[in-house]
């Protein structure tokens, strides 16, 4: 079974600053990981992934996020947020074999102050 | 490429009353997901097909909750008879294998 930890439920920061979203996760196999975003009224988007290979990954709207195995962490980050990226972000696992059985985060709510 | 397809995105209903959301997912994806968000919450996995059969139901309230997907294609998910608690957004998502994507959702009020 997998678990994900989102141990920051709200996170505000002003706009032009640096954000760090954090996500840890468990699994007693191997895991392909991700970050959704949720734009208040609307259904999930992908912002990025990670399924093999370099462990810094980009993503959409100048997003990133680094596999770190050791320490089992997909920590989401932007150098700079908008008042747009006010929303609220999900991470999510799935195994890397068998059926694609999702667990998400609790979510993490990026509030940007202008 | 064409997204998950939902609808309707919005209904009300009163408590007792039946309600169907349908679920075109992208084309050639074999996995269908139903989850049900409720505000402030995350996404909880109400059931989740492979082609058309069953994976998942384990969290599928089967009292009043039921769903199909026929053909392996196009999915429904019923609610009969709604209560108050019902009231949340229904996300459907399907996947090719490793990543997974969802519709816009169909959100739901029972008054």
């Known amino acids: 079974a997998q678990s994900v930890t989102q141990l920051d439920s709200q996170v505000p920061v002003f706009e032009e600053a640096p954000v760090e979203l954090r996500c840890n996760y468990s699994s007693s196999v191997s895991v392909y990981l991700f970050w959704y975003v949720q734009y208040p009224n609307q259904g999930l988007q992908l912002l990025l992934k990670y399924l093999s290979g370099s462990t810094l990954v980009k993503g959409i709207n100048g997003f990133e996020a680094e596999f770190n195995k050791s320490q089992t962490s997909f920590h989401l980050r932007k150098p700079s947020v908008h008042i747009s990226d006010t929303a609220e972000y999900f991470c999510a696992v799935i195994p890397s074999g068998g059926y694609q059985k999702v667990t998400f985060g609790t979510g993490t709510k990026l509030q940007v102050i202008p | 490429e064409a997204g998950v397809a939902q609808s309707p995105r919005y209904k009300i209903i009163e408590k007792r009353q039946s309600v169907a959301f349908w679920c075109n997912p992208i084309?050639?994806?074999?996995?269908l997901y139903w989850y049900q968000q409720i505000l402030g919450q995350g996404p909880k996995l109400l059931i989740q097909f492979q082609n058309n059969g069953v994976v998942d139901d384990s969290q599928l309230p089967k009292d009043r909750f039921s769903a199909e997907r026929l053909k392996g294609v196009d999915s429904t998910l019923k609610i009969q008879p709604a209560k108050l608690e019902d009231s949340a957004v229904y996300l459907c998502?399907?996947?090719?294998?490793?990543?997974?994507?969802f519709g816009e959702g169909s959100w739901l009020t029972v008054v």
């Open positions: 084309s050639g994806h074999a996995t």
């Open positions: 998502a399907s996947s090719p294998g490793n990543t997974i994507y």
